[in-house]
């Protein structure tokens, strides 16, 4: 349970103050600003104690915003609660800083008193409170329009209001990726993981049922038992993906995803996120990076670079970034390279290789002539690891859509008047070869 929530500015000065319980003082803000925004040391921890009050606390730009509470609460369940009044904010009044705070107190108010009740989080989904907070206060409702949201405070369909009507049904569905890799210079793959998230835009009307399905390997697997289909060949084109872990919207049942591995769903109207998963077996890695260093003497040292596309040739990579570092006593660097554009970035003691768009199955070469400084330290150069951006159209965790159907038995609209897109993009996350 919560005692108070503390808006702050950078200079200290309170901007919100809401006290919910009784064990907290009037002079506890005046404690945190004391302790933590003038401290003289950097506060590293996001909890701060002070005389057995415990502050939780983030900064968003020139804002800080703080739960206290004298009990022993669940940290996680606090900040979560503080990320959701940030977003909360954002969704009603855009960016959030000192002068929206200021300019929209009153609806700030309104809603901490709805998002805690004596301390305890109660709603915080923004798609129930605007149905009966706006930015000028709270609506006149008539006695039906009561009742929905009466219901959608309530009942289990709090993501998606009644009534939504569309001229033309529509359903995005965007499978983006993030591939991290730690490999060293001789292709070996020390560490790798895929962490992925699926995102939807829903224009549908009245309240549809979803249901999604994908090449999880549990999936695959019961398909090749019923089918008794030993064909080797068959296997790898219908392989499906391990998944490690995955969380999912509140939508998502999740009796039919544990019973019959198929997402089934209610999507809440716009864009939303409907999972995310981590995988860390058999990915496809977009690209791959030979570095060869070679000194040349004291003064002078040459890296060359190969870098190789893996997918597809009919795909094209985009948005490739090759951040090659090169010591700290480099003088001048001479650059070639077949493909691109490259530079050397002092600041960053490194050399920065662009290429715009890479077919796959491709290969580029990049040649540094590096000239050193004398020195005289004998400490050999570390070389940190060569990392890289990209962007690719394909899922490097193999994950595939393999339906996505919608049913609204109301308005008798069927799955094929839906227009439906999907969409693959595979990025870098911390994507590093060691050289």
């Not at 503390?6 to 006290?19: A, C, D, Q, T, V």
């Not at 004291?298 to 094209?316: D, F, G, H, W």
């Not at 970034?321 to 960053?348: Q, W």
């Not at 996505?404 to 609209?413: A, C, D, G, Q, S």
């Amino acid at each position: 349970m919560i005692g108070g929530l503390f808006i702050y500015n950078h200079k200290g000065e309170i901007l919100i103050s809401r006290i919910y319980r009784d064990d907290i003082a009037r002079n506890a803000v005046d404690a945190f600003r004391v302790n933590v925004i003038h401290a003289r040391s950097q506060i590293r921890s996001p909890v701060t104690n002070i005389a057995r009050t415990s502050f939780f606390h983030l900064k968003k730009s020139n804002i800080w915003i703080t739960a206290v509470t004298r009990q022993n609460v669940n940290a996680a369940m606090v900040f979560e609660m503080l990320h959701k009044t940030l977003a909360l904010m954002t969704s009603y009044f855009g960016k959030v800083s000192e002068e929206a705070i200021k300019s929209n107190f009153v609806l700030i108010y309104e809603l901490l008193d709805e998002i805690l009740d004596f301390g305890y989080p109660q709603k915080t989904d923004s798609g129930i409170l605007k149905t009966f907070i706006t930015q000028q206060g709270i609506k006149t409702t008539s006695a039906e329009e009561q009742t929905k949201i009466t219901n959608q405070v309530t009942g289990q369909i709090g993501w998606r209001r009644e009534g939504i009507k569309y001229r033309r049904n529509e359903l995005f569905l965007d499978v983006l990726e993030n591939v991290n890799l730690l490999m060293n210079a001789q292709g070996k793959v020390l560490s790798a993981h895929v962490s992925g998230r699926v995102v939807m835009r829903s224009y549908l009307s009245g309240m549809p049922e979803c249901k999604f399905g994908m090449n999880d390997k549990i999936i695959t697997d019961n398909k090749d038992k019923d089918n008794n289909n030993n064909d080797m060949i068959a296997k790898k084109k219908n392989a499906g993906i391990a998944i490690d872990d995955c969380t999912f919207h509140q939508c998502v049942k999740l009796s039919k995803f544990e019973t019959e591995r198929s997402i089934s769903f209610i999507p809440p109207d716009g864009e939303f996120e409907l999972m995310r998963y981590r995988t860390t077996k058999d990915i496809s890695f977009p690209f791959r990076i030979i570095p060869l260093v070679r000194e040349i003497g004291k003064t002078k040292m040459e890296i060359k670079v190969v870098l190789k596309s893996n997918y597809r040739p009919a795909l094209l990579g985009q948005k490739i970034e090759v951040k090659i570092p090169t010591p700290v006593t480099t003088a001048g660097v001479n650059l070639f390279c077949n493909k691109g554009r490259s530079k050397y970035k002092s600041s960053d003691n490194a050399v920065v290789w662009r290429i715009k768009r890479m077919a796959g199955l491709k290969e580029a070469q990049l040649t540094a002539e590096i000239e050193l400084l004398p020195s005289t330290e004998n400490r050999k150069w570390q070389r940190p690891p060569i990392s890289m951006n990209f962007e690719v159209p394909y899922a490097p965790s193999g994950l595939k859509v393999r339906y996505l159907k919608v049913f609204e038995p109301k308005l008798n609209y069927s799955d094929h008047e839906t227009v439906k897109w999907v969409r693959y993009i595979g990025r870098s996350g911390l994507y590093e070869t060691r050289s």
